[in-house]
Nanobody
Framework: QLQLVESGGGLVQAGDSLRLSCEAS????????MGWFRQAPGKEREFVAV????????YYADSVKGRFIISRDNAKNTVYMQMNSLKPEDTAVYYC????????????????????WGQGTQVTVSS
């Protein structure tokens, strides 16, 4: 069973950057499409970004397009999300997730498509 551990969250000011990491263990990392989701207080969890198993195909939510960059290093079993030009509305708990059933170039964008989830890391952006 794949286990995911996020890190890199914290408290920053608007306009700052953060890089989140998510390290996987217990499975074949390259067999999974990897996504990032977030959940703000009082709101439902929402999709942020996804990267395909190989080939580096990505897809972003409109709210983060042009500011966030998702990447992965299959040799390190790790997926990253570089977050630039952070805004107060980016404040949320960020979760990484792994989709087992994805084909090589798939980029799943909904929670039910994902099989494994990390525990989350808090990102707080002050104005």
């Amino acid at each position: 069973q794949l286990q995911l551990v996020e890190s890199g969250g914290g408290l920053v000011q608007a306009g700052d950057s953060l890089r989140l990491s998510c390290e996987a263990s217990g499975g074949s990392f390259s067999s999974y499409a990897m996504g990032w989701f977030r959940q703000a207080p009082g709101k439902e969890r929402e999709f942020v970004a996804v990267i395909s198993r190989i080939g580096g195909r990505t897809y972003y939510a409109d709210s983060v397009k042009g500011r966030f960059i998702i990447s992965r290093d299959n040799a390190k079993n790790t997926v990253y999300m570089q977050m630039n030009s952070l805004k107060p509305e980016d404040t949320a708990v960020y979760y990484c997730a792994a989709a087992r059933g994805a084909s090589v170039l798939d980029r799943p964008r909904t929670s039910p498509e994902y099989d494994y989830w990390g525990q989350g890391t808090q990102v707080t952006v002050s104005s």
